[in-house]
């Protein structure tokens, strides 16, 4: 028996373990920078439910939807929970939706640049450490995560956030009807994200606007 535990323990890839665990940690930290981003625009363009809700926090456990995660993780596609929001909070109901829309996509690419930064000063600080350049990794790799989950949330589809951006520049009657379907934009963007539409558009995106970053940094 412990010879097979020691076999077992020799064995294993040790190395996967760690990326995948690098990954979790990776996709927590953009998940819950994007939410808390959400609460705090909301904040302070006057609509205080999300604080009050507890849901301005840096606790990703406040933000994370289970299933959500588990579909990024295994799928490249997920969703946290959605932040409260209370239109008639705001002065200007559309124009605050926006806004608070895309908080959290840009609060995603200034993570990222973040992330490079981190990277780049850390490589120069400890060039011939071996933790430094697996902390370097770390920051490189959830940068690109940062990046994709700005750019993906970009999208004009509903619920994304791009598609509430996207609505508030349209006049009322269409912004309106807009809204009466926004239920099913779920069903048309997993169908999207299952037949591979638009995918490799924004691959390439998003490995341009990761290597325009890091050429501010390297």
Known sequence: MLGYIGTFWEQFNWGALLEALQRVLGVLLCLTVHETCHGLAAWALGDSTARRENRVSLNP????DWLGLACMLLCGFGWAKSVP????RFKNPRAGMALTALAGPVSNLLLALALL???????????DSGFAWRLASFFMMTALLSIGLGLFNLLPIPPLDGSKVLFSLLP?????????????GMAVLLLLVWLNIGGSYLSEAMYRV?????????
């Open 61 to 64: 456990l406040r933000h994370i």
């Open 85 to 88: 929001v209370d239109l008639r």
């Open 117 to 127: 930064f981190g990277a780049s000063l850390t490589l120069r600080v400890a060039p």
């Open 172 to 184: 009322e009657r269409a912004y309106l009807t807009l809204m009466r379907y926004e239920r099913y």
């Open 210 to 218: 990761y290597l325009w970053m890091a050429r501010l940094f390297f």
